[in-house]
């Protein structure tokens, strides 16, 4: 029983980690450099002191317990940029898979440091990606596609010969699957997700099937496609989206869970996963939520689809690379190619005198399952001399050598303590956070009490685990700030958009913010002892535009500008109302 248990919901094979490990450090870095405005504007406003939120504002009045972030140490706009630097360096670095443990970590400490920093407009998204980076950091995910994969069997293989090329004897030394308790846990959370999801969303809209309507017509939300649908919307495409939402949210929960035919059915999972998720995010802008579950989803990746990929690229056309075996240039190459060779379809021949030039070169990046990108690059004669560069720092940083000796077992007893021990520790603290947050459990399921070390770990890591994402009801109004700012030449414009203040936004949707903003202009009527905060930032924008002097803000009036939704049949929202929230006189 104990070995069916942990076979069914604490195993993954180690490949699917690997692309997991790609696939979230993508994530983590594309993320970054969009809620940045890739260093630029969004940097200053979300991270700097010159933003909406000070770092030492921060600090004095928390917004949370267990309030915490490591960019809380960089002040100006330059300070932080550098501090970005360094974490886009350590998000590349876990893509490649180089030093992976120690990445895996810092890469935790990076991304909550990110979203701890600007904590205001938190959402589903932010949350769960602090899940998913808490929850790997106990599995390897540098098994397999990784640069400490490939250095090691380099290391620990020499092996140049044609036939010890084509045996591939370093793939003994890489273990199949890793079990963990990890595994359920990911697995248990991301299933509670859709659980909750689901069972929330249960009034209004989503009854009648108008939500997908609705969430069409939220501007601050709507991308280009949802501008194009909207506007011509079939009569049935709301209600089969919206209750088709609630079917693969439900589904999901015993598609992930179950314990029986799950070569089957998980295959199914990462189908209605990606099929959901990638529909969200045509649709509608929610920060990193959809791709961070779209990433979980590959942990649904199984042995078998990983054998039927194999079969995929064992068809492609057969390749010989020639390499003179007295060159050692030629027999890293040869090395390194026959790791990279996934789908075994290169052959290898030692041919005394051999010439490898950048046809050759090409014509082996082509048959490379991945590689096939870098094939044009090759051909050219500056990027042969890079293949050619980079692959001789590689041999003289990876020569052969015996295997390092063991670690000391109390090392190696260590580390599974805190394989076996952090993940028990963090699935504890997790259930009694689901009973305790989610109104759909039943009050004798609550907890009353709690150790404190769990309410810790909770706020600590920032993974709280309420789920209710546009429940029990979409919204239905839409909301905007829009700011009227005297310049000292007289005019009126809107620091936000560098344009007049335009009360009629609502009818000029889509606005295509960002996650933040889209956050920011719905909370902010309601962050009072933020509005001091905002209408600093609002002084200090024209500078950090660049503005003339003649553009500075003299005075400032800060509108909501609300409204109700077209209902279904409608394009023109109704019940809009122009509200002042803060103003002051021209100074």
């Known amino acids: 029983m104990w070995s069916f248990v942990k076979e069914r919901w604490g195993t993954l094979d180690t490949r699917t980690l690997g692309l997991f490990r790609i696939g979230f450090g993508l994530l983590m870095l594309t993320n970054l450099l969009d809620r940045t405005g890739f260093f630029g504007d969004d940097l200053v406003s979300f991270y700097s002191n010159e933003g909406l939120w000070p770092n030492h504002y921060a600090l004095f009045l928390p917004p949370t317990p267990g309030y915490w972030s490591l960019l809380s140490g960089f002040s100006s706009p330059n300070e932080v940029r550098l501090a970005m630097l360094v974490i ?36 589903g998204g932010t949350v769960v990606m602090n899940i998913l980076a808490v929850w790997t950091v106990f599995l390897p995910l540098g098994d397999r596609f990784s640069l400490d994969a490939l250095f090691a069997s380099l290391r620990h293989h020499d092996g140049a010969s044609p036939e010890a090329l084509t045996r591939r004897a370093w793939l003994t030394d890489q273990a199949p699957t890793r079990t963990g308790l990890a595994v359920f846990g990911v697995f248990f959370n991301f299933a509670a997700i ?88 045509l649709l509608t802008t929610l920060g990193p939520f959809s791709y961070s579950m779209m990433c979980f989803g590959l942990l649904c990746t199984t042995p ?52 490898v030039g950048a046809a ?168 009072r002892h933020h509005w001091r905060n905002f209408r600093d930032y609002l002084y200090r924008r024209p500078r950090a535009l660049g503005w003339p002097p003649e553009k500075a803000v003299v005075a400032i009036q800060v509108f909501k500008v609300s409204g109700d939704m077209p209902a279904p049949g409608s394009t023109t929202p109704t019940n809009v109302k122009k509200e002042l929230l803060f103003g002051d006189e021209p100074m």
């Not at 876990?94 to 895996?104: A, E, N, P």
């Not at 060779?341 to 005198?353: H, I």
């Not at 005297?486 to 203040?501: C, F, N």
């Open 88 to 123: 886009v360096a350590i998000y590349v670095l876990y893509t490649l898979g180089w030093k992976t443990r120690l990445m895996q970590v810092l890469a935790l400490l990076c991304v909550e440091s990110v979203n701890f920093r600007f904590l205001l407009p938190q959402h």
């Open 194 to 281: 859709y659980f909750f999801n689901t069972v929330h969303k249960q009034a209004g809209a989503w009854l009648d099937g108008s939500a997908v309507h609705y969430l069409l017509w939220q501007n601050r939300m709507a991308t280009t496609l949802a501008e194009v649908v909207r506007l011509h919307e079939p009569g049935f495409f709301s209600p089969v989206l919206s209750w088709g939402t609630l079917f693969v949210e439900g589904s999901l929960v015993v598609l992930l869970l179950t314990p029986l035919l799950q070569e089957r059915l998980r295959p199914l999972a990462l189908v209605f996963i990606w099929s959901l998720h990638g529909g969200i995010a």
């Open 304 to 355: 078998a689809m990983w054998r039927w990929l194999e079969r995929r690229w064992a068809a492609r056309p057969r390749v010989t690379l020639r390499y003179d075996d007295a060159s050692a240039l030629h027999r890293f190459g040869a090395r390194l190619v026959s790791r990279l060779d996934l789908g075994r379809v290169v052959d290898f021949e030692v041919v005394t005198g051999a010439k």
């Open 360 to 527: 050759e070169v090409t014509k082996v990046l082509r048959a490379l399952p991945g590689w096939r990108w870098l094939a044009p690059l090759a051909a050219t004669e500056t990027g042969f001399a890079f293949v050619r560069w980079l692959t001789l720092l590689l041999e003289g940083q990876l020569t052969p050598r015996t295997r390092p000796l063991a670690r000391p077992a109390f090392i190696e007893q260590g580390a599974w303590l805190l394989r076996a021990v952090g993940p028990a520790l963090v699935l504890a603290a997790v259930v009694s956070q689901v009973l305790m947050e989610n109104w759909a459990v039943p009050p004798a399921l609550k907890p009353a009490t709690r150790p404190g070390w769990m309410t810790d770990t909770i706020n600590y890591l920032q993974i709280p685990q309420g789920w209710s994402m546009f429940a029990p009801d979409v919204p239905k109004q839409d909301t905007r700030l829009v700011v009227d700012a005297t310049l000292a030449d007289g005019t009126h414009l809107d620091p936000l958009t560098g344009a007049p203040p335009d009360f009629d936004t609502l009818e000029h949707g889509p606005w295509f913010m960002n996650q933040h903003w889209c956050e920011v202009h719905a909370r902010m009527p309601n962050w």
